[in-house]
């Protein structure tokens, strides 16, 4: 399999997988959705009684309208860092799975209302670099009188365990879409509008002929482009054929921001190569 990466931000990526199969096109996606490695918290501790204000010298009550469970689910969602050169697995961490600096991170909360709390005020014990990666998710949002003060630790799972863990998402893929314009069919004026308007960004004219501008835009209509569909218009039925070549992909995917998007790529195809090798081993020693 050939990679050819078309886009690479910071949380979303672009690939057109070539030499490929169906089943290795959905192995990497199946990977990127529950193997990828990822710190999140994990365990959330509230502090109830009284809170001074740092502000206003006033006293609030250590409480919210949300239960907890469910401020302690949006907490664990929030995209934490993730760096593996310094962090593992806490069950194979050389302190035991105590907890520690190599496999935890401890974040705290205290704010005061009349506030939003937003994910932002989550603040890393002792590295600032360790800033969770997305400041403005909300959290809870606190009247006069009402606080929080809530400690959490975030260690390093996969997504086959909880969704908190999940690196990557809206992966998907499909066969390579060939769309040929019928050449009677690619200067007609009447054609060409129609396209325009009913296949939006996926086709454009140029030098007074119908072309494909972005091959991307191709999933959305599937087969339904030129064909004999009721709700096509006339002048669109046929004016095209499109072919689907299952041996090259479209590939696209997107990060929270724990890890990037090259990171999400990079370990993807490390954890589907060492699973390619263990079976290929496995097969091996039954021979």
């Known amino acids: 399999m050939q990679i050819e990466t078309v886009e690479m931000g910071d949380c979303k990526a672009k690939l057109i997988l070539r030499d490929c199969t169906p089943a290795l096109a959905n192995a990497l996606r199946r990977t990127m959705l529950q193997d990828i490695p990822k710190m999140a918290i994990d365990k959330v501790e509230f502090h109830l009684g009284e809170v001074m204000s740092q502000e206003t010298d006033e006293a609030s009550e250590s409480i919210t309208p949300l239960f907890d469970e469910v401020i302690a689910h949006r907490i664990g969602l929030v ?16 302190c035991g799975g105590v ?22 005020d989550l ?19 606190l009247t006069k009188g009402q606080a929080i003060i809530v400690y959490g630790t975030a260690v390093m799972g996969t997504a086959r365990k909880h969704v908190k863990w999940q690196a990557a998402f809206g992966v998907g893929y499909s066969y390579m879409p060939v769309i040929t314009v019928k050449e009677d069919k690619a200067a007609d004026p009447e054609v060409i509008k129609a396209a325009l308007e009913n296949y939006p960004g996926l086709f454009e004219e140029k030098n007074g002929k119908l072309v494909v501008a972005d091959i991307w835009k191709a999933p959305d209509f599937g087969k339904g482009i030129g064909a004999d569909l009721p709700d096509t218009p006339d002048v669109l039925k046929d004016f095209a054929t499109v072919d689907w070549d299952d041996s090259e992909f479209l590939f696209k995917y997107e990060t929270d921001g724990s890890l ?28």
């Open 79 to 94: 995209p934490i860092p993730t760096d593996y050169e310094s962090f593992t697995f806490q069950d194979q961490c050389e």
């Open 123 to 141: 603040q890393p014990l002792g590295d600032k670099s360790l800033a969770v990666k997305d400041g403005n998710i909300p959290i809870v949002e």
């Open 260 to 287: 990037t998007a090259q990171q999400v790529l990079d370990k993807a195809i490390e954890i589907v190569k060492a699973e390619a090798a263990d079976v290929s081993a496995q097969i091996d020693a039954l021979a």
């Open 99 to 120: 907890g520690c600096p190599h496999c935890s991170i401890m974040y705290s909360l205290n704010k005061t209302g009349p506030a939003t709390v937003l994910s932002e």
